[in-house]
């Protein structure tokens, strides 16, 4: 939610020239056997661009620029990146993400947002994807913090539900405006 595609154009445009629905194309780069051992750390994400070109009948050449179509209308959000770094004034801020494990170097070095947070569970580097309730259980203890005292923000449902599950607070992060309302009230 802090990096969203805002722009479907240029991967709708890159799923017509493979053949494929976006929908197949997105299921494929996240969901796929690939897709699924890379965010789970099994393989690194340059293993799975790899597996990718091979799946795909494609060039290393021709994987940049895939690469370039299929990130190429995500924006990160500064408004909400901003929203974040003023709570943290007053509010311990963790990250949990299901991510390739390019994400610390993309966060710190691409975005410059790790002064953001002060702990970031990454499923590539834990060896678990939410909504397994270790990773919520993790970073809860790396923040020192119980799941009552705790809010969740996740883009996806089932995420969403696994961090109730622990009996963390959770939004359904639909837009920003919507979630930074339900956060208010939580936090009043």
């Not at 590539?124 to 809010?151: N, Y």
Request: charged share 25%; aromatic share 8%; net charge negative.
């Amino acid at each position: 939610m802090l990096v969203r595609t805002e722009d479907h154009t240029s991967r709708e445009n890159l799923a017509i020239r493979l053949g494929i629905s976006r929908t197949e194309l997105e299921n494929l780069v996240f969901a796929g056997d690939s897709g699924h051992r890379a965010a789970l750390g099994e393989i690194k994400v340059e293993q799975h661009w790899q597996n990718l070109c091979s799946i795909l009948g494609l060039s290393i050449e021709e994987m940049v620029i895939f690469q370039r179509d299929f990130w190429g209308g995500d924006r990160l959000d500064n408004a909400l990146i901003e929203y974040i770094r003023a709570l943290h004034t007053h509010y311990k801020i963790g990250l949990i993400s299901n991510a390739f494990s390019d994400l610390r170097l993309m966060i710190s070095n691409d975005w410059n947002i790790e002064d953001a947070f002060d702990y970031m569970t990454i499923s590539s580097e834990v060896g678990i994807m939410k909504p397994d309730p270790r990773i919520f259980q993790m970073a809860l203890e790396r923040l020192d913090v119980h799941p009552q005292e705790s809010i969740f923000i996740d883009d996806f449902p089932h995420n969403v539900d696994g961090a109730q599950n622990i009996n963390m607070h959770a939004i359904h992060f639909q837009t920003r405006d919507q979630t930074l309302s339900e956060l208010e009230n939580l936090l009043n």
